[in-house]
């Protein structure tokens, strides 16, 4: 079964930082780009990053560039998204996803509370 | 980056037919076409569509999706109270990179 597994979530302090992780099973992961998504509470969904199969390609969201890095270890077959300087507006559920041109395969969300 | 468009709610009757729509423009719904993905409460999203009008397996024939020039659409026939959800276009961004959502429709099943 495909499956996508969030961990990482809680709550932080504005400033900072938190690492979420993804792990995939089911597929072969590093055939497939994948991607982060956030959903701020009562919100929409708000795409946050991406990465290649291989790793080489990120993109990012203009709201997390130069704060949050992409990352992945195709040995581990798990996703990471590395948060730094948090802010308010940084709180939502955090979903990866696989992408094979759209999100085919969801996690079921990991919550991410940034508040003092 | 702006989002893609779609209207914040629409409402039908039980058996209607129901067509949300997603507009974007030549960079992404235009180009690469969309996606769309329902997610009901405290669920996370799940894909029904993609690339236009490809189903994934297991997803109602009573779905079907288009695009005309940069509009893409969703059409939900014979609704049920099941239909009941929030639908979410998206779209990859050629021009910038990025992949860009759509608001979210809220869809009511009087």
């Known amino acids: 079964e495909v499956q996508l597994l969030e961990s990482g979530g809680g709550l932080v302090q504005p400033g900072g930082s938190l690492r979420l992780s993804c792990a995939a099973s089911g597929f072969i992961f590093s055939n497939y780009a994948m991607t982060w998504v956030r959903q701020a509470p009562g919100k929409g969904l708000e795409w946050v990053s991406a990465i290649s199969g291989s790793g080489r390609n990120t993109y990012y969201a203009d709201s997390v560039k130069g704060r949050f890095t992409i990352s992945r270890d195709n040995s581990k077959n798990t996703l990471y998204l590395q948060m730094n300087s948090l802010r308010a507006e940084d709180t939502a559920i955090y979903y990866c996803?696989?992408?094979?041109?759209?999100?085919?395969?969801w996690g079921q969300g990991t919550l991410v509370t940034v508040s003092s | 980056q702006a989002g893609l468009t779609q209207p914040p709610s629409v409402s039908k009757g039980l058996r209607q037919t129901a067509t949300l729509t997603c507009t974007g423009n030549s960079n992404n719904v235009g180009d690469q076409g969309a996606a769309w993905l329902q997610q009901h409460q405290g669920h996370p999203p799940k894909l029904l569509s993609y690339r236009d009008n490809n189903r994934p397996s297991g997803i109602s024939e009573r779905l079907s999706a288009s695009r005309s020039g940069n509009t893409a659409s969703l059409t939900i026939n014979g609704l049920q109270p099941e239909d009941e959800a929030d639908y979410y276009c998206s779209a990859w961004d050629s021009s910038l990179s990025v992949w860009v959502f759509g608001g979210g429709t809220k869809l009511t099943v009087l």
């Open positions: 996803a696989k992408d094979t041109g759209a999100f085919d395969i």
